[in-house]
């Protein structure tokens, strides 16, 4: 018993860390994205794909900030495309929590961007237990992880606000069936929107980040935003 | 401070479980391994393949335990070929512990076992932090997941005997560089076996369950085992 309400505790201070960043966040005017996805899944790929379609099609500016276990290579990746972008290890730790991204979030010129993209820790378990602050989460999802994984991992999928299907590129060399991915996916949250991309052509990155861009506007027409 | 003791409190309290777990397996002269791995890495398609290559060669007798955070799923794959398997489902939870294992120990006929394989939660971090009295911890690593991941997410491979790089066949469509990934495997654990195989075609699964064997005559002989 006590470990579980030593747990509940935590998340009871993690929420009102989140609140707070999100106050933070409406307060600059910052759409906030927390991508979410297991090892390898492409989410890296997806937001330097996603930071050249945005450049090309509009005039909004992005900043990233790097979740990982160890290494500086993600944001070492972003930083090379001339974004802002911060890298937190957490040393061992399995997820992001709403403090450690608190901890970091004045050294980025938040008042000059426009889409923050949080990219969390790859993992398709624990991350999704902790509100960061973001308006929404999104979760990336690979061809060669298989169609079963929305089922047996349901719980990120059930907080996204969008699935972000990857490596699209792979379909025939795999047995992932997109019928059965995407009707699992609706299964767990209706109202989940699904995108299906390559990150090595480009084809759907059009489509996502549009979806992206309708998002911005939104939120700025409620005037801040919740987590969704 | 409280939040560490609590943790380091749930680890010895784990410790000691997987310890009686190993004594247990001793006297049943079982050889455990615990395999670790990603989501869609590859786990339970090299755990079908191991299971038909033993039989082939081999008089030995398998028996499989599956830890999923929802599912039936991998149990079912399982038990189609005709292997004892328990399938603990953590209920969200992103790892198995000792206490799990040691509550569904009784339900598998272990005297009648050679090597019992742990399929733990797909996740390549939290599950190498607990022992669950297993003899060996193996990692699945895709080819599609990238060559930076054993540098990025390295404690799992910290504390594996044996590394199988899976989906080997998406070499040329990757960019995967086998080279590199073998030498940040060796980086992080010199004494890191490590195989290469293609479930799909069977490629290297030769080599690899004739690893196994050897570790599990190499266990009788010491008469017993200890956590590597």
Redesign the interface.
Same mark, same amino acid.
């Given at each position: 018993m006590?470990?579980i309400r030593?747990f509940e505790g935590?998340l009871a201070a993690n929420k009102r860390l989140a609140e707070q960043n999100r106050r933070l966040f409406g307060s600059r005017d910052v759409l906030v994205i927390n991508v979410l996805g +297991?090892? #390898?899944s492409g989410k890296t790929t997806l937001l330097e794909q996603t930071i050249r379609e945005v450049g090309r099609t509009s005039g909004l500016s992005i900043g990233v900030i790097e979740g =990982?276990?160890?290494?500086r290579? =993600?944001a070492e990746r972003i930083g090379a495309l001339g974004v802002p972008v911060i890298q937190i290890n957490t040393a #061992?730790g399995?997820h992001l929590d709403a403090n450690m991204l608190d901890s970091v979030l004045d050294e980025l010129p938040l008042s000059k961007i426009d889409i923050l993209f949080i990219e969390n820790? #790859?993992?398709?378990?624990?991350p999704a237990?902790f509100d960061l602050g973001e308006h929404a989460k999104v979760t990336v999802l +690979?061809v060669?992880? #298989?169609d =079963?994984?929305p089922?047996?991992?349901?719980?990120a999928f059930l907080k996204s606000a969008c699935t972000v299907i990857t490596?699209t590129?792979?379909l025939a060399?795999t047995n992932f069936n997109m019928d059965v991915a995407i009707a699992d996916l609706k299964a767990i949250n209706s109202s989940l929107e699904v995108f299906q991309v390559c990150n090595t052509t480009g084809d759907g990155i059009e489509a996502w980040t549009q979806w992206l861009l309708a998002k911005r506007n939104a939120g700025r027409e409620q005037d801040g935003g919740d987590e969704r």
């Open positions: 006590t470990e030593v935590i +297991s090892p #390898g =990982d276990v160890a290494t290579r =993600d #061992g399995c820790v #790859g993992n398709l378990v624990c237990g +690979s060669t992880e #298989g =079963d994984k089922t047996k991992y349901p719980a490596k590129d792979l060399q």
